[in-house]
């Protein structure tokens, strides 16, 4: 891999990884086409650091709040002026509470299948497949609509289930972002709020792919620090302003706008496989 290709490879990721289109599956249609095989590692190191500083920034407002809400929460909890029952209605705890609630479905299938879907990563056939079904998915958000259910109304059960269609999507072509938006929009929730919702959940699953990464970081050189500099900063700037993008398609209920776009490069994948 050389640097050209890193920074392809970074804008990619950076575009696919919060728009509903997979970027595990295009990142496999692109390293088939460039003939990559031996750079993996060094490039899925920069990516999900990328990926992590892109959510982090563009979130630094929700999770700013989140963070003051659980200081000033848990002083008066332990001080006995609030109960559960009273810190469950303030959003930024129900928040939190649904993210790690949603990670523990995320982070077991996530363990015990990482290895199967680092194989599967080479195969273009079920890629183009996945592609495909991710497509449809996002079509039948049309019917959904885009109102709905805001955080404050969301459940013990939106998150687990949310987190167990986050840990299915480690499947190449299935896109993390577009079947956890999907879920919570066929569960009633708002489209805007499913999808800062599916930010948040992000960060602890791209945190945990990004240290299953790091297993092997001593195996990567001097040399390669370009590149993982090079993936990284392309990844992070693309990603930032794919987020704001895919917020306002939310806003207007429009995610079914992507459904076309994955449905056709699924099939580019099948015929390239002739």
């Not at 190191?45 to 959510?55: D, P």
């Not at 480690?170 to 577009?178: D, E, K, L, V």
């Amino acid at each position: 891999m050389n640097i050209v290709e890193a920074v392809i490879l970074g804008i990619v990721q950076g575009l696919t990884e919060f728009l509903p289109v997979s970027s595990s599956g295009h990142l496999v249609l692109l390293q088939n086409l460039f003939g990559l095989k031996e750079a993996e590692l060094v490039f899925d190191v920069s990516v999900h650091v990328g990926t992590i500083l892109a959510v982090l920034i563009f979130l630094r407002k929700e999770i700013s709040a989140i963070l003051g809400s659980l200081w000033n929460t848990g002083s008066l909890w332990l001080k006995g002026r609030i109960n559960g029952a009273v810190a469950w209605q303030i959003p930024e705890i129900r928040l939190t509470v649904l993210v790690v609630v949603g990670s523990v479905p995320t982070g077991i299938l996530g363990l015990a299948f990482h290895k199967i879907a680092e194989t599967l990563f080479s195969t273009v056939l079920i890629v183009s497949i996945d592609l495909m079904i991710t497509g449809i998915l996002l079509a039948l958000t049309r019917f959904a609509g885009k109102w709905g259910r805001k955080a404050d109304r969301m459940t013990i059960r939106d998150g687990l289930v949310i987190g167990l269609v986050q840990g299915i999507a480690i499947m190449p072509g299935i896109s993390r972002s577009g079947s956890t938006i999907s879920a919570a929009v066929f569960m009633g929730i708002e489209q805007e709020t499913a999808t800062r919702f599916s930010f948040l959940l992000s960060i602890p699953a791209v945190i945990g792919a990004a240290l299953l990464s790091l297993k092997g970081l001593d195996q990567i050189s001097a040399a390669h620090l370009g590149l993982i500099a090079a993936g990284m900063v392309s990844s992070a700037l693309v990603g930032y302003v794919s987020l704001g993008f895919l917020v306002k398609i939310a806003r207007q209920g429009k995610l079914y706008l992507f459904a076309p776009y994955c449905i056709l490069v699924g099939v580019a994948g099948l015929v390239w496989l002739r």
